[in-house]
């Protein structure tokens, strides 16, 4: 939540509190990727490359993987020695936020929708800014008004291209295909709308803006010298 610090790694122990304990961080998984890349690196050269760094580099890896841009992300960044984990619950915008809130934080490309966030267009009866063969779909993907929080129900964010980061999201919005109810406040908002179009019509334009945004949120306030640690286990502050 402070910047690129590795801080979701962090799991409970001796005072510290786990972001993955968080209501928002459902759904998160596979760490143990990230786990296996930091020991690889241990044996080779120990204390040197930070977990911070690790998920940096990660993200921009999978960006190119998804069929986005290669981003030229900086490293030296250090590890979070404490957490955040309030601060999670009490900042990540939820699905019926307000628009200018929503622009301080949120972008959409891949990923999923979990069915709890997406009741408030479906049930009781069907928000009519969605299509309504769009909303067939997503009741086939989310068939009741009280899913189970911890299960896996959900509905991606893109049907066409749902592995591939593109600008599809955009057009969806235009066709009043979006899930949450802040995503057809996007295409309707005066200050977004002009974008929205923009992104929709050129996919070169969003891979561009994508690719800035990610610079900016990796040199958010990086963790250097003494104010943050190379971890020397991801899954822990050193010396626990």
Known sequence: MQSCDALLLLRTRDGIESEQQSDWSFGMRN??????????????????VSCADI?????????????GPRIEVRTGRKDSKQSY?????????NHNDTMELVLSYRADSVGRVHCVNLLHRLYPTVDPTLDPDHAEYLKRWCPTPDPDPTSVMYSRNDLQT???????????????????????????????????????????YFQDQFARA???????????????????????????
């Open 31 to 48: 760490f143990k990727y990230v786990d296996a890349i930091e020991e690889a690196l241990e044996k080779e050269c120990p204390m040197t």
């Open 162 to 204: 749902p592995m591939i980061l593109d600008n599809n999201y955009y057009k969806n919005l235009q066709k009043h295909k979006g899930l949450l109810l802040v995503d057809p406040q996007l295409a309707s908002y005066p200050t977004t709308s002009p974008f929205v179009e923009k992104m929709a019509a050129d996919n070169g």
């Open 55 to 67: 998920v940096a580099l990660y993200a921009r890896d999978g960006i190119v993987m998804l069929g």
């Open 85 to 93: 984990l309030t601060e999670v619950d009490n900042t990540i915008t």
């Open 214 to 240: 990610i610079l900016l949120l990796s040199e958010n306030n990086p963790l250097t010298e003494d104010e943050g640690e190379i971890r020397k286990d991801c899954r822990y502050v050193n010396g626990d």
